[in-house]
């Protein structure tokens, strides 16, 4: 499958635990997004990444959310101290170019107990 | 900063007819607006997209009118199949490769 992947596919932690998820790209996309759903919703735009530097972030991002992309191919994206509230499927998603059309993962599914 | 309304939340049509899905935005600057498929438990998926220099696009059964005086675009589905049966998601954004604003969603359910 050359398409996005992400890891892990499904997330169950702890409130006040941290998680790491993690996005590999189509190979060659130099952008790289991450969004969030809740259920019923559509995906939420939380930052991206041009090769390395992160270009935007949303004002959803708050401080226990960091997110990186140290080579400009794959991206983490960390979530400190977890809350009820961050429950989603966290969507990644990655095109070619400045005019590229967006390709999603499949997602990370975190449900925080 | 951008906001995206998608009407209706959910459209339930017989399979041959036909299937709209209405969306409007509010930044004026927006200029390009794709349309996503999702079906349950898997990635959303490009069905087809529209930019500001074109009013009407069309592949296949599948087509998107826009009009940017009105900042409104919409997705028509032809001759409807149960495999349409998804949630279509509705987006805006300044370009292809920025962030989407998306809208909330439509349930299609397409009845054999």
């Known amino acids: 499958d050359t398409g996005v992947s992400q890891n892990p596919r499904h997330k169950i932690t702890k409130r006040g635990q941290n998680v790491t998820f993690r996005c590999d790209p189509i190979?060659?996309?130099?952008?790289l997004y991450w969004y969030r759903q809740t259920l019923g919703q559509g995906p939420e735009f939380l930052t991206y990444f041009q090769n390395e530097a992160q270009l935007e972030k949303s004002r959803l991002l708050s401080d226990r959310f960091s997110a990186e992309r140290p080579k400009g191919s794959f991206s983490t994206l960390e979530i400190q101290r977890t809350e009820q509230g961050d429950s989603a499927m966290y969507l990644c998603a990655s095109s070619l170019g400045t005019d590229g059309i967006q390709y999603f993962g499949a997602g990370t599914r975190l449900s925080v107990l | 900063g951008e906001n995206v309304e998608q009407h209706p939340s959910t459209l339930s049509v017989q399979e041959g007819d036909s299937a709209v899905i209405k969306c409007t935005y509010s930044d004026s600057a927006s200029n390009y607006f794709p349309w996503y498929k999702q079906e349950l438990g898997k990635r959303p998926q490009l069905i087809i997209d529209i930019r500001s220099n074109v009013g009407e696009k069309k592949d296949q059964r599948i087509a998107v009118t826009l009009n940017k005086t009105a900042k409104h675009f919409s997705l028509h589905i032809t001759e409807t199949q149960p495999e349409d049966s998804a949630v279509y998601f509705c987006?805006?954004?300044?370009?292809?490769?920025?962030?989407?604003?998306f809208g909330s969603g439509t349930q299609l359910t397409v009845l054999p």
């Open positions: 987006a805006a954004s300044k370009a292809a490769a920025r962030q989407l604003t």
């Open positions: 190979s060659e996309h130099n952008r």
